[in-house]
Antibody, heavy 122, light 111 residues
Framework: QAQLVQAGSELKKPGASVTVSCKAS????????LSWVRQAPGQRLEWMGW????????TYVQGFTGRFVFSLDTSVSTAYLQISSLKAEDTAIYYC???????????????WGQGTMVTVSS | DIVLTQTPLSSPVTLGQPASISCRSS???????????LSWLQQRPGQPPRLLIY???DRFPGVPDRFSGSGAGTDFTLKISRVEAADVAIYYC????????FGQGTKLQIK
């Protein structure tokens, strides 16, 4: 069945970088939009943006520009979120989520990765 | 930006009884294509969110028919007809008519 697999957790120091991976299986990776969603402790879910898995074109929401980069490796059906110059406030669970409709539409999220907990602490 | 406000934030419910969660949007969620991209998600403790309902009232495959969605424009409701222990979770509404945003979540607990 279709699924998205993410690694469990990362512990990083302030100023470092982290790359979160999201490996898809069970469906045509390049047919569905892939979004990134942040869940900070005690906060509501936040949509960070999405990447067109066919063209590789990313879209970032305000607040997630500059230090955040979405990328793909379609040869292994994997999406990546890179965060640079980490700050304590980046501590959160980061989820990847698939758009539910084919043809790169962000409408509802029908498949979610398990999430990667990124902790930024000195 | 569209802001979604859920009520209540916490809902203690007796097993077997119904539960209802409201989601109000700061503006209409009717898209120019005529669809309303309002969905409901369930997040059990330690789990990622799970899609329950999309486009106001379409149940995602595998979701029990105890769950139903309704509403239009700016006001939407998720109803659980008979609450079971497995329904203990936080429920979020989400809109994707514009850039996606989420409600603050409603914690469903057993009384």
């Amino acid at each position: 069945q279709a699924q998205l697999v993410q690694a469990g957790s990362e512990l990083k120091k302030p100023g470092a970088s982290v790359t979160v991976s999201c490996k898809a299986s069970g469906y045509s990776f390049t047919s569905y939009a892939l979004s990134w969603v942040r869940q900070a402790p005690g906060q509501r879910l936040e949509w960070m943006g999405w990447i067109n898995t066919n063209t590789g074109n990313p879209t970032y929401v305000q607040g997630f520009t500059g230090r955040f980069v979405f990328s793909l490796d379609t040869s292994v059906s994997t999406a990546y979120l890179q965060i640079s110059s980490l700050k304590a406030e980046d501590t959160a669970i980061y989820y990847c989520a698939r758009g539910s409709t084919i043809l790169q539409v962000v409408d509802a999220f029908d498949i979610w990765g398990q999430g990667t907990m990124v902790t930024v602490s000195s | 930006d569209i802001v979604l406000t859920q009520t209540p934030l916490s809902s203690p419910v007796t097993l077997g009884q119904p539960a209802s969660i409201s989601c109000r949007s700061s503006q209409s969620l009717v898209h120019s294509d005529g669809n309303t991209y309002l969905s409901w998600l369930q997040q059990r403790p330690g789990q990622p969110p799970r899609l329950l309902i999309y486009k106001i009232s379409d149940r995602f495959p595998g979701v029990p028919d105890r769950f139903s969605g309704s509403g239009a424009g700016t006001d939407f409701t998720l109803k659980i007809s008979r609450v079971e222990a497995a329904d203990v979770a936080i429920y979020y509404c989400m809109q994707a008519t514009q850039f996606p945003s989420f409600g603050q979540g409603t914690k469903l607990q057993i009384k």
